[in-house]
Nanobody
Protein backbone atom coordinates (compact mmCIF):
# COMPACT_ATOMS: atom_id res chain seq x y z
CA UNK A 1 0.00 0.00 0.00
CA UNK A 2 0.99 3.64 -0.41
CA UNK A 3 2.96 4.93 2.57
CA UNK A 4 4.17 8.47 3.26
CA UNK A 5 6.17 8.98 6.46
CA UNK A 6 7.19 12.50 7.48
CA UNK A 7 10.08 13.25 9.82
CA UNK A 8 12.25 16.15 10.92
CA UNK A 9 9.73 18.25 12.80
CA UNK A 10 10.39 19.73 16.20
CA UNK A 11 10.93 22.99 18.05
CA UNK A 12 12.77 25.89 16.43
CA UNK A 13 13.37 29.49 17.41
CA UNK A 14 12.13 32.36 15.24
CA UNK A 15 14.72 32.84 12.50
CA UNK A 16 15.86 29.24 12.80
CA UNK A 17 15.74 26.34 10.34
CA UNK A 18 14.35 22.83 10.05
CA UNK A 19 14.53 20.23 7.29
CA UNK A 20 11.53 17.95 6.81
CA UNK A 21 11.71 14.62 4.99
CA UNK A 22 9.02 12.36 3.55
CA UNK A 23 9.88 8.72 2.89
CA UNK A 24 7.60 7.28 0.19
CA UNK A 25 6.88 3.64 -0.61
CA UNK A 26 4.25 1.45 -2.27
CA UNK A 27 4.25 3.30 -5.61
CA UNK A 28 6.60 4.49 -8.33
CA UNK A 29 7.66 7.74 -6.66
CA UNK A 30 9.26 9.27 -9.77
CA UNK A 31 5.91 9.22 -11.64
CA UNK A 32 3.99 11.43 -9.20
CA UNK A 33 3.85 15.10 -8.33
CA UNK A 34 4.16 15.76 -4.60
CA UNK A 35 3.28 18.54 -2.15
CA UNK A 36 3.73 19.83 1.34
CA UNK A 37 0.68 21.16 3.17
CA UNK A 38 0.13 22.32 6.74
CA UNK A 39 -2.63 22.74 9.28
CA UNK A 40 -2.65 24.70 12.52
CA UNK A 41 -5.14 23.75 15.26
CA UNK A 42 -8.51 25.35 14.60
CA UNK A 43 -7.56 26.37 11.06
CA UNK A 44 -8.07 24.91 7.63
CA UNK A 45 -5.47 23.24 5.47
CA UNK A 46 -2.93 25.50 3.73
CA UNK A 47 -1.05 24.31 0.68
CA UNK A 48 2.65 25.16 1.12
CA UNK A 49 4.55 23.91 -1.94
CA UNK A 50 4.33 21.50 -4.87
CA UNK A 51 6.82 19.82 -7.17
CA UNK A 52 6.31 17.97 -10.44
CA UNK A 53 7.49 14.40 -10.87
CA UNK A 54 10.76 15.34 -12.56
CA UNK A 55 11.61 18.00 -9.98
CA UNK A 56 11.83 20.80 -12.56
CA UNK A 57 8.57 22.73 -12.03
CA UNK A 58 8.21 24.03 -8.47
CA UNK A 59 5.57 26.24 -6.82
CA UNK A 60 5.22 27.95 -3.44
CA UNK A 61 2.54 29.67 -1.42
CA UNK A 62 3.17 33.40 -1.06
CA UNK A 63 3.51 32.96 2.70
CA UNK A 64 6.70 30.88 2.35
CA UNK A 65 8.34 32.21 -0.84
CA UNK A 66 11.99 33.04 -0.28
CA UNK A 67 12.13 31.05 2.95
CA UNK A 68 11.20 27.44 2.11
CA UNK A 69 12.65 25.17 -0.58
CA UNK A 70 11.05 21.95 -1.83
CA UNK A 71 13.13 19.23 -3.47
CA UNK A 72 13.03 15.52 -4.20
CA UNK A 73 15.47 12.66 -4.68
CA UNK A 74 13.73 10.17 -6.95
CA UNK A 75 16.55 7.63 -6.50
CA UNK A 76 15.84 7.61 -2.75
CA UNK A 77 12.03 7.94 -2.95
CA UNK A 78 12.24 10.95 -0.66
CA UNK A 79 10.66 14.42 -0.64
CA UNK A 80 12.21 17.31 1.32
CA UNK A 81 11.22 20.72 2.65
CA UNK A 82 14.02 23.02 3.78
CA UNK A 83 12.51 25.65 6.08
CA UNK A 84 14.60 28.76 6.79
CA UNK A 85 13.90 32.01 8.64
CA UNK A 86 11.06 30.36 10.52
CA UNK A 87 8.28 32.49 11.97
CA UNK A 88 5.78 31.73 14.76
CA UNK A 89 3.01 31.63 12.16
CA UNK A 90 4.74 28.61 10.58
CA UNK A 91 3.70 26.54 13.61
CA UNK A 92 1.55 23.69 12.28
CA UNK A 93 1.42 20.02 11.49
CA UNK A 94 3.15 19.50 8.15
CA UNK A 95 1.97 16.82 5.73
CA UNK A 96 3.52 15.20 2.69
CA UNK A 97 0.93 14.52 -0.05
CA UNK A 98 0.87 12.43 -3.23
CA UNK A 99 -1.24 13.66 -6.15
CA UNK A 100 -3.49 11.75 -8.53
CA UNK A 101 -1.94 12.24 -11.99
CA UNK A 102 -5.40 12.26 -13.57
CA UNK A 103 -6.10 15.61 -11.86
CA UNK A 104 -2.59 17.08 -11.76
CA UNK A 105 -0.36 19.01 -9.39
CA UNK A 106 -2.07 19.91 -6.12
CA UNK A 107 -4.95 17.50 -6.65
CA UNK A 108 -4.27 15.82 -3.29
CA UNK A 109 -5.34 19.11 -1.64
CA UNK A 110 -8.72 18.72 -3.36
CA UNK A 111 -9.42 15.17 -2.22
CA UNK A 112 -7.58 13.24 -4.93
CA UNK A 113 -4.50 11.47 -3.63
CA UNK A 114 -2.88 10.36 -0.40
CA UNK A 115 -1.65 12.15 2.75
CA UNK A 116 0.92 11.15 5.33
CA UNK A 117 0.33 11.27 9.07
CA UNK A 118 2.20 14.54 9.52
CA UNK A 119 5.04 15.92 11.61
CA UNK A 120 4.69 18.75 14.13
CA UNK A 121 6.63 22.00 13.72
CA UNK A 122 6.63 24.53 16.55
CA UNK A 123 8.32 27.93 16.22
CA UNK A 124 8.62 29.73 19.53
CA UNK A 125 11.10 31.74 21.56
Amino acid sequence: QVQLVESGGGLAQPGGSLRLSCAASGFTFSNYSMNWARRAPGKGVEWVSGIESDGIDIYYADSVKGRFSISRDNAKNTLYLQMNNLKPEDTATYYCTKDDPTYGLGSSLKGYGTWGRGTQVTVSS
